[in-house]
Each structure stands twice: as structure tokens, then as C-alpha cells.
């Protein structure tokens, strides 16, 4: 089930497209996002997190399955949480899992943003998800995303954005127009990508990010599956 959704999840992202002559593309030059796409964007992010919660059930039966009818939800810390904020996380989202695996309660905690900087996807995701609404996405443009580029001594291009703007991180996949006039050593650009809005993140850099962690993560537990002892697999055995 959760690689079904994930996969879902993946076709919706190439109908997005992020190259020439797609739907990203279109959304870019015209300045508006349709309904469709934002429709689109959503499913996305709540089929990632459904496999999420998909996985966290399986492995909560096999090392727990108490107490019975308990809502399972995959343990997501904030971002900027620590460590020693887990334990009480697991034993709300997965209960009896901390007290039958600390082990899988370690592998379950190294998949989140306060082990690795590069897992900051899962609670940008939880945030996105927890918004009740569809309408995720705008598309940026002057006069807050302003990209200057320079010629160095030895005249390689930097890249960078005006003083007082930056996504959360990195360089997304965008369209640039001039602004204003250039110099002999500098040129200022309109920039044109699409931002998820409550994480200010760009698009398709995230989606790519989120589809790849999320398969990570159901490889992952499989193996937490797959090495438990079967006396304990399921309570009542």
C-alpha cells in the first residue's frame, strides 16, 4: 500500500513537470497557478504522508499492536526539535514501540530533521499536510525574488539573490528575465518559480526531496519488519 501511494505520487509530480513545455513551465509564464495544479499538489502531499502513517502501522503491530484500536500516526518531530523530545512523540503516535524496540525507536528517530539537516523534508511535509486547504502554492516573482548575477576575476558566473530575499534553500528551477539595466560586471533578473507557501520552499525541488524520503523510509521499515523476532511480532502469539 504505501509504495502504491508513493508511486501515485510520483505520476502526480511529472504531470506537474519541472522542464520546458510543462505544466510548471506554463503555471511560470503566465502567473497563475490553476486550480487543477493546486488540486494536484495536495494529493501529493497527502498520499506521502498516508504512506508515512502506512508504514508506522505495520511496524507498531509487529512490535506492539497495543493497545488495541489505537490511532497510528508515522512520528514526525518539529522542526528545531531535539533528541530528547522523541520519546514522548513515539509513545503518542506509536504507543509500546519505545518499550518493546528501543532499537527501532533509534533507526525511527535518525529519520528525522534533528539527526540529519538533509530530513528537513518530513516536517516541512507535516506542515503542508496540516494545512487544512489546497491552495499551497504561489508563484514568486519581483520585487521579492530579485537574482543578481556577477562575473568573477576570472569570469565564471554567481549566482545569487538581492540582499534582504533567499529561499529556505538552494537555487530553484525558475525563469529569469532582466531588470533594468545591466552592467559590465553585473546583471539583475526577475525571478519566476513556484513556491509552496507556508514553507517557502520551491516546488519541485521539494516534491523531489519528499518522494525519495519517503521511499527511504519505507525501505526502512520493512527492515524493522523483517528483523523482528517472531515470538514478539504480534502480541497475543
Known amino acids: ?3 502504491s501511494l508513493v508511486r501515485r505520487a510520483r ?4 504531470w506537474i513537470g519541472d522542464d520546458h513545455g510543462d505544466r510548471y513551465e506554463t503555471a511560470m509564464m503566465a502567473g497563475v497557478i490553476g486550480e487543477e495544479m493546486q488540486i494536484v499538489t495536495k494529493e501529493i502531499l497527502d498520499h506521502l504522508r498516508a ?4 508504514c508506522a502501522r505495520q511496524v507498531w503491530q509487529e512490535l506492539s499492536g497495543q493497545p488495541l484500536g489505537a490511532a497510528i500516526y508515522f512520528p514526525i518531530a518539529r522542526e528545531g526539535a ?3 523530545d522523541f520519546p514522548a512523540l ?6 509500546g514501540v519505545l518499550a518493546a524496540s528501543p532499537e527501532a525507536v533509534q533507526e525511527l528517530a535518525s529519520m528525522q530533521e534533528f539527526s540529519y539537516q538533509s530530513n528537513v523534508w518530513l516536517p516541512e511535509l507535516a506542515t503542508l499536510v496540516n494545512q487544512a486547504k489546497h491552495e499551497h502554492l504561489r508563484v514568486a516573482t519581483i520585487p521579492s ?3 543578481k548575477m556577477k562575473k568573477d576575476s576570472e569570469g565564471r558566473s554567481l549566482l545569487s539573490f538581492q540582499d534582504g530575499y533567499h529561499l529556505k534553500r538552494g537555487f530553484p528551477w525558475m525563469m529569469l528575465h532582466p531588470h533594468g539595466r545591466p552592467s559590465e560586471t553585473e546583471t539583475t533578473y526577475e525571478a519566476r518559480f513556484l513556491v509552496l507557501t507556508e514553507i517557502d520552499v520551491e516546488l519541485a525541488s521539494f516534491l523531489k526531496a519528499a ?3 519517503v521511499e527511504n523510509i519505507i525501505s526502512r521499515c520493512r527492515l524493522l519488519v523483517a528483523a523482528t523476532p517472531p515470538p514478539e511480532r504480534k502480541s497475543g502469539e
Open 1 to 3: 500500500m504505501a509504495q
Open 11 to 14: 505520476a502526480h509530480a511529472e
Open 51 to 54: 504512506a508515512l502513517d502506512y
Open 82 to 84: 531535539k533528541f530528547s
Open 90 to 95: 513515539m509513545n503518542a503516535r506509536m504507543p
Open 145 to 147: 525574488a530579485l537574482i
Open 211 to 213: 518522494l525519495a524520503g
